[in-house]
């Protein structure tokens, strides 16, 4: 059986999902405009999506991929720690997780597309 859209995510995901959407950070910004209306290889992306208890910074239901721009808080060792967790409990829905870094989107966005595209399995 398939999980919900959105696997169980509340009301107040969705509400911090839409404030995210207006504060994206300058790297979710540009990678945005390179996913959205099917532009990579004609999948269809979701950005600031409410899943589960978390909100994806973007997010492919036709493949179940998840992709994240991480930002310099993610080099704090708590939060290494918390997305590791955050990742499992992701991919324990069935889910696949790609995180990148700002520098990476903002700096090598050819080659962020390019890992993107290979991890379309359908």
């Known amino acids: 059986m398939e999980l919900p859209f959105n696997h169980n995510a509340g009301p ?3 509400e911090q999902a839409r404030f995210l959407k207006k504060v994206q950070t300058e790297a979710e910004s540009f990678l945005w405009q390179r996913l959205r ?5 004609g ?4 950005r600031q999506h409410p899943i589960d208890k978390y909100i994806a910074d ?10 994240e721009v991480d930002g310099e808080i993610h080099l704090n060792n708590d ?4 997305d590791k ?5 992701l991919e324990s829905l069935g889910l696949r997780v790609i995180r990148f870094t700002n ?4 700096d090598k966005i ?3 597309l390019q890992e993107i595209s290979k991890n379309f399995i359908v």
């Open 12 to 14: 107040t995901r969705f």
């Open 110 to 112: 050819d080659h962020v």
């Open 37 to 41: 209306n099917r532009k990579l290889n």
């Open 103 to 106: 520098r990476q989107v903002l």
């Open 85 to 89: 967790i955050r990742t499992e409990e």
């Open 43 to 46: 999948f269809k992306f979701r």
């Open 79 to 82: 939060q290494i720690v918390y």
């Open 58 to 67: 973007f997010y492919c239901h036709e493949t179940k991929l998840i992709i």
